[in-house]
């Protein structure tokens, strides 16, 4: 089992910048590809950034340029940094992890986060 707990969310104007983290409960060097996903209000869940345990990294087309994946693996942790963020960016980010696949992005995850709500004013 892995426990995964996002912080960093909040509310931030366009133009600015977060960065998100995501601890786990166990090494991250055991849990093979982690990733973010955002759900905007009304909207599904959708995969914003994956990266593997060797740092191959895949991002969604709306946010290549913008936002970074990196994750330390002495702290356990995932992070995404967010720059230039925009109004559309908004919504509750989830950090995910798939047990099972080490490739990019990331396939089916099976642990989740609770999520960090990020909301991005114009």
């Known amino acids: 089992q892995v426990q995964l707990v996002e912080s960093g969310g909040g509310l931030v104007q366009a133009g600015g910048s977060l960065r998100l983290s995501c601890a786990a409960s166990?090494?991250?060097?055991?849990?093979?590809?982690m990733g973010w996903y955002r759900q905007a209000p009304g909207k599904q869940r959708e995969l914003v950034a994956s990266?593997?345990?060797?740092?191959?990294?895949n991002y969604a087309d709306s946010v290549k340029g913008r936002l970074t994946i990196s994750r330390d693996s002495a702290k356990n942790t995932v992070y995404l940094q967010m720059n230039n963020l925009k109004p559309e960016n908004t919504g509750v980010y989830y950090c995910?992890?798939?047990?099972?696949?080490?490739?990019?992005?990331?396939?089916?995850?099976?642990?989740w986060g609770q999520g960090t709500q990020v909301t991005v004013s114009s």
């Open positions: 995910a992890a798939d047990s099972f696949y080490d490739v990019c992005p990331i396939p089916d995850p099976n642990y």
């Open positions: 990266i593997t345990n060797s740092g191959i990294t």
């Open positions: 166990r090494s991250i060097l055991s849990i093979n590809t």
